[in-house]
């Protein structure tokens, strides 16, 4: 090959680097992001398996942690509808779900919108704030259930988890 050769092809070996060393570092990104979490291994599930995270910042990845927290919240609100519809009306149980009812709709007209707003307006204190009133909500759910075990478990668990999570990453941006 020849030098006006060689020198023809330098742009795409330079793409190529500078390709290779931006997915490394977005990679180490979401490593050191939740290596300083309660939950590693939830926090790379979730941020490895979301397209956004290959070139968001801290506030995109804890962007993404609301989305999955907003998704676990709905799937437990339509356990909670599915739970009443299939129970009658007035068993301790049915109490219970009217509560998480009421405390999950919280998490989703209230905390957050407030988290994502937050984040958008860089105010991470705030979108802590809402991570953490939904990591309470789903608590305070769970425990509703007179019985110790709610018929709730694996969601409450889901959302609280995903919301440390989230509160976590968001207190890198403090």
Do not use: W
Not at 6 to 27: G, Q
Not at 109 to 121: F, N, R, S, Y
Not at 153 to 162: A, S
């Amino acid at each position: 090959m020849t030098t006006l050769e060689l020198l023809s092809l330098f742009p795409f070996f330079f793409f190529f680097i500078l390709s290779a060393t931006s997915s490394f570092n977005d990679a180490s990104l979401i490593q050191q992001t939740c290596k300083h979490t309660p939950n590693q291994a939830l926090c790379l599930q979730y941020l490895k398996s979301d397209p956004r995270s290959s070139d968001a910042d801290i506030s995109g990845l804890a962007l993404i942690m609301v989305d999955a927290m907003k998704a676990k919240a709905k799937q437990a609100v339509a356990k909670i509808h599915q739970e009443l519809q299939r129970r009658g009306h007035g068993d301790t149980e049915t109490q219970a779900l009217r509560s998480c009812a009421e405390q999950y709709s919280a998490v989703l007209e209230a905390d957050i919108p407030e988290a994502i707003a937050a984040l958008q307006k860089g105010d991470p204190k705030f979108a802590e704030d809402g991570a953490n009133d939904a990591a309470l909500e789903a608590n305070s759910c769970e425990s509703s259930f007179s019985s110790g075990k709610s018929l709730l478990t694996r969601e409450n668990n889901d959302v609280h988890d995903i919301a440390q999570v989230t509160a976590a990453i968001v207190r890198n941006l403090l």
